[in-house]
């Protein structure tokens, strides 16, 4: 007998301005339970108000949702690609029939500002349309075999169960780039949501259900980072795709290595580097949204800016008037520029991170606000200049709306310090210089370089990753590529001995 009440009916959803917490439960084999809510999610801009009531689930319940999706899966497999791609297809035209009640949710539970969450659900949905055109793409190569009666044929199928475990700061985004590619090959997944962001976890889980994926094909288990862990233990998983700290990606590294397939992206230190012919605006313009959209919640948020020496004034004098005049405030109100960070823990972190740097003899370019609303879990974006080249600031990922500025005289000079960090996710480069893109394209250990733009930013239909510290071991996310991670690759060679007679 299950120790847990268990429904079919699905739980309340969150909606983006019910005063009422939501209550929200697992989804297993197709079944909504909701076993006692012990946990909870808060509003970042006002921490008083709960947005949902959720369980936490432990080694039993990821368990039975490994041995529900165990089972589901061949029949998902056996579906066909077209089936699959229909889902998928029609998860996509949910999102985007919610898509305002689905960015209200995310401010509410995560706290970007709307347009940010707006722009975050419609790639969600680029996402299931991308993943789900890719089922209707060849999925193996024919080559030409040793004599003429032989064809050497490569064929793809499912890893299996995946284990999905997504972070906070792309609530949808993040699991909809690696749920969508799951299923579009065949896999049937078990995801372990932050604890930080249930609600919008529940309500993508909906529209899955909703767009007719078959019981078992998602389970979703609520609760706190041991479920995770559980999961990465669990008998039956095949393979983990994991997006959050360098930390927990290093533990499921060293607890998954040689038993299951893993697929991480962790931290980022990005740079920017704004050499002296660069359109000193775009680059100030891009500085500021790489480094303070999403309060700088992003891995791939700018951390560094390199500038070169000649328009280290006009940058700086431009950067710092931009950043004085974000409005920091409750995403969901109009206007807002800069929401809060997504819990005290964390703005905690980013305060002792700031002071670490001051202690360093970093000099803060912009003030303290007095404006800051009292409550929420609000920080006021911070340049700091004049930190020591050696010191620990700048290897230190502060996951908040803070940059650090780093003037640079040679080319060389910009290569080194830009590559000095064990990270190597994204960076950002801005020049005229042609042959200065194509230097930094090669040279820059980053997997993502953006020229003239943001180091922030991700589309669906290309590969997503990083180098070193950042990414790894595992093939890359997103675009043609996900498919590495989702499949296994067998090689036939096959024989037709009378096709000469
Ligand atoms: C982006 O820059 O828009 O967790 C995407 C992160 C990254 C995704 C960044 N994996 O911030």
Redesign the pocket.
Known sequence: MRAQAVTSRPPAEATANSARPARLGHLIDGEWEQPDATLESTNPARREEVVALFPAGDDAVVERAVAAASRAQPAWARAGAAERGRVLYAAAAEVQRDRRALALLITREEGKPLPEAEGEVARAEDILRFHAAQTAAATGETFEGSSSEQQIRTIRLPLGVVGVIS?W??PIA?PAWKIAPALAHGNAVVWKPSSQTPAVAVALARILERAGLPGGALNLVLGPGAVGQALVEAEGVDGISF?GSEEVGRAIASSGAGRIKVQL?LGGNSPAIAFDDCDVELAVAGVAEGAMGSSGQ???ATRRALIARPILDEFLERLTARVRELRLGDGSEAGTDLGPLVSADAREGVERDVEAAIGEGGRLLTEARGDLPEVGHFFAPAVIAELPLDGATLQREIFGPVVSVIPFDEFDEALQVANDTRYGLSAAVFTRDLRVVERTLRELEAGLIHVNGPS???EAHVPFGGLKASSGPGPKEQGTQAREFFTELKTAYIDYPAATT
Request: glycine fraction near 8%; aromatic fraction near 8%; proline fraction near 8%.
């Open positions: 972070p700061n792309f993040i997006t992206e992003k891995c791939t922030t930013g991700a």
